[in-house]
């Protein structure tokens, strides 16, 4: 049985996302994290054995807390093709609301970090195919309403749709115009609205 942590964990992961976000992986170092944390290094290699450790457990916690969350707001609200367009539309808010340009950690660190750690490749991928299995799952939900055409492939959509969406992440950073954002999106938004397959043929 493992020992209750002596810190607040949500706060010093917290605080461990906001170090990794500011600095990226390679260049925060464990006394970085361990005085963002307001903890010892005895106490986070205790906790988490290591720089990647605290990495990994501070990404789920960002993904826990934000995206994944947001999500499910987004679906105790709406499903079908008005969740897709609520998820790139809160995207957009957020990114145009960034005055600080830090992107998304996880889209961020899907382009620093993944390439050199195959592991935490694996993670990040992860959380990305999440993001693609709610657009598969509106998608289908939308076919079944009638929002979209029935020939439309699920899966295809869907991967355009999450990489619309990594692109928009990284796009934002150094052009966060809300319209350059809006016309980047209404392409994909556009091809998944109710058509007949004779009017797409």
């Known amino acids: 049985m493992s020992r209750p942590r002596a810190f607040d964990e949500d706060k010093a992961l917290e605080a461990a996302a906001a170090c990794f976000w500011a600095n990226g992986f390679a260049a925060t170092s464990v006394r970085d994290l361990a005085g963002a944390m307001g903890i010892t290094g005895a106490s986070l290699y205790n906790a988490y054995g290591d720089k990647r450790g605290v990495f990994e457990a501070a990404l789920y916690h960002f993904w826990n807390a934000g995206p994944r969350a947001r999500m499910a707001a987004i679906e105790a609200r709406t499903t079908g093709l008005g969740a897709i367009e609520a998820f790139f539309a809160a995207g957009i ?52 309403r009638g929002e979209c055409r029935a020939s439309i492939d699920p899966q295809t959509h869907a991967a355009n749709l999450l990489a619309v969406h ?31 397959d004779k009017e797409v043929a």
């Open 93 to 144: 808010e957020r990114a145009t609301a960034d005055s600080e340009r830090k992107g998304c950690l996880i889209v961020n660190s899907a382009l620093d970090v993944a390439p050199h750690d195959p592991g935490l490749a694996n993670v990040i991928a992860g959380y990305l195919m999440e993001i693609k299995s709610f657009f598969v799952w509106h998608i289908e939900t939308a076919i079944e």
């Open 166 to 196: 990594m692109g928009l992440r990284a796009l934002f950073r150094c052009y966060p115009e809300r319209a350059f954002l809006e016309a980047a999106v209404a392409p994909a938004l556009a091809a998944l609205r109710n058509q007949s």
